[in-house]
């Protein structure tokens, strides 16, 4: 239809008529598609606080921040965080405020589940905690998304055979989630299973994260990536098999640093595809597709055998296991940060899945970097990967489940670089919408507000709301960007 209008309208232009002065609106002008869910993500781990509130489990996040205190920038820990565990009233009315429809959060397994097993009993006050957090954002108009596993494992579930590596630990997050679904099913709409595999993996081969088992790189990667998928396909299974009548949607939250290729040269165009496979591609294609990209698979073969491995450093799924992983998602849950461009080479430890990707990764000098040594603004990458998305896997519906931008506080409110980062952001959205027919349906901004990032213990902050954490009230105050994105909604959103 653009096409035509041109068409129509370039003769005109060099007449010089008055009718040139007609164009149709440009993107940014637009709405979102009606129902588009603006919403905001947090984490239990890295917001809720209360550690150790009545029955509550030890998470491997509460161990290796007590234990090991020098794992974490300052020493810091999630002990109180925000302590939204006590002021979630608080964090629900400021989100109705800004205008979100949605909040991604997630659900912390030991505190329902002390132990991490059904079998051994469930915590009223942890189940109660939830409870209440839902019913208070549906009594308020904001659908939520829920993750019921966000990185805070039960430590008893790691002290037994090794947490994600053993291969018990399906079932037990299989039990996990049919709790959950028994009990806010009819409630929930939009189930996340486990948010960024990918991240997670982290953790059983490089000390990225809890709980930090380097020595196991190469091997423990997989054979956790491989769990987590085997226990995602068990929980959507379920779901489908006993709740589906509620009409609820379930993902994974997949991540990476999208990849495109250094240049046009066939060699980079092979190692950005190799890239996406190796981050993206790991969980998704298998999701929905069955098995591991044939990339992964003949190439993670290939060095297992020239390493003199009898079996591959990659592990394989049985038949049934492929059928019951094929199309286990009903959306694509999708985190954006960043984006890096590839070429062919080796880097990371020797074996990991990083350089089993034979890839490099550079910058590009114009993307702006920021207190994340990981994250520069490249909101190009947003389009492309929401491309991607849409031609190697039939357009899926997809919802953007995180995408933010970190600073360091030092002016608090003043966040003009967050403001531009949403900007540009939710203008490769549109475009993919609207210029290239991809199906997105809602984005959630990292995050609602400053909390407890992980190695970076505070002092990466992402919120749009400050969070004073020298306070015992952890006071919010609205920043710059959490006015701009209330104006923001307000003026796109079909109110
Ligand atoms: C996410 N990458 O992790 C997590 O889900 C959040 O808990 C975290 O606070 C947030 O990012 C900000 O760090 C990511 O390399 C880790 O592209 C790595 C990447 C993306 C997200």
Known sequence: MRAILSLVIVPLVLSGSFATQYRPPPVSHTNFPKGFLFGSATASYQVEGAWNDTDKGESIWDHITHNNPNFIAEQQNGDIADDSFHKFKEDIRIMKDIGFKSYRFSISWPRVLPTGKVADGYSKTGLNYYTELIDELLANGIEPLVTLYHWDLPQALQEERGG???PNISDYFADYADFMFSKFAPKVKYWITINEPLSIVNGYGDDARAPALKELHGIGEYVAGHNLLLAHSKAYKLY?????????KISMAFCGSYCAPASDSVEDIEAAERCYQFTFGWFIHPVLKGDYHPLLRSIIDENSQWEGRKTSRLPYFSQQEIDQLKGSADFLGLNYYTMLLAKPGLAGLDPSDQRDSRVVTLWDPSWKPTVASWLRVA???????LNKVKNDYGNPEVLITENGYPDDGSDP??????INYYETHFAAIRQAIYEDGCNVVGHTSWSLMDNFEWRDGYKAKFGIFSVDFNSPNRTR???????????????HDYL
């Open 379 to 385: 909101p190009e990458g947003l389009r492309m990967l």
């Open 413 to 418: 409110l003043n966040d003009t670089e967050r």
């Open 477 to 491: 105050t609205m920043k710059k960007s959490a006015y701009w994105l209330k104006n923001y909604i307000a003026m």
């Open 240 to 248: 489908q098999d006993k709740y589906s009548h509620n009409l609820g």
């Open 164 to 166: 994600w590596l053993n």
